[in-house]
């Protein structure tokens, strides 16, 4: 086979290429990392110019000067100036005042409705503040003069009634002193006496009495204001 020639291989790129495959992945991956170095330096270019831009001071519209103000006549007040949320206040409005007490409302007259009632007096406390001393102003032998000193600790007026039990003699008159006078009974050996006024809290009134026919004694069996005992026996 002496005729024949054997082809030689073209020593080209072609060959290199084909026998290097890892040439063209790097060629690659370089063209990529020029391409996104080149797009990043161009959106920082824009961002940069967009942050000058910014700086910039921004253009201001000149507003129309105001017409002059027109003088106001002599006397004449201008309007206190509204604050906005609130009504504005006349000037001839009256200004606030604490309201009037409620009178009340007058009795129906005639006889169509009923007529209201008084109201009542407070009822007396159950407790006795009007008590009494007895003792004996002066003594002789068919009698003596005596006293039941009376005293209201409480802090207003009470009425009061005394009782006295003789075992001799009787009463022959009695009085209050410095007081109006109450009405006295005597019977069955009972001496009995009841206020013609109150006595004022916190004050005392003497009731004094003579008694005759006492043989000498002068101790009653028994005294009480308002059935609480005296004291002094």
Not at 54 to 64: D, F, K, N, Y
Not at 178 to 184: D, E, L, V, Y
């Amino acid at each position: 086979m002496s005729g024949t020639r054997r082809a030689r291989p073209s020593s080209g790129h072609p060959t290199v290429l084909a026998s290097s495959p890892w040439l063209v992945v790097v060629t690659g991956v370089v063209v990529m990392v020029v391409l996104l170095i080149v797009a990043l330096l161009s959106s920082a270019g824009q961002r940069t110019g967009l942050g000058a831009g910014s700086g910039e001071p921004a253009a201001t519209v000149p507003l129309p000067p105001l017409p002059p103000a027109s003088p106001s006549p002599a006397g004449a007040t201008l309007p206190a100036p509204v604050t906005p949320g609130l009504s504005p206040r006349r000037s001839d409005a009256p200004s606030p005042t604490a309201p009037a007490p409620i009178a009340a409302a007058p009795a129906p007259s005639g006889g169509g409705g009923a007529q209201p009632r008084p109201p009542r007096p407070p009822a007396p406390s159950a407790t006795v503040t009007v008590t009494g001393r007895y003792r004996v102003l002066e003594s002789w032998g068919d009698g003596f003069i005596g006293e039941v000193l009376l005293t209201n600790s409480g802090a207003s007026a009470r009425p009061w009634t005394v009782r006295l039990e003789l075992p001799r003699g009787e009463v022959v008159t009695s009085w209050v002193e410095g007081a109006p006078q109450g009405s006295a009974r005597m019977a069955d050996g009972v001496f009995t006496y009841t206020s013609g006024a109150d006595v004022a809290g916190g004050a005392s009134v003497p009731l004094r009495f003579h008694v005759d026919r006492t043989g000498g004694n002068t101790r009653p069996s028994s005294c009480t204001v308002d059935g609480k005992a005296c004291g002094g026996l």
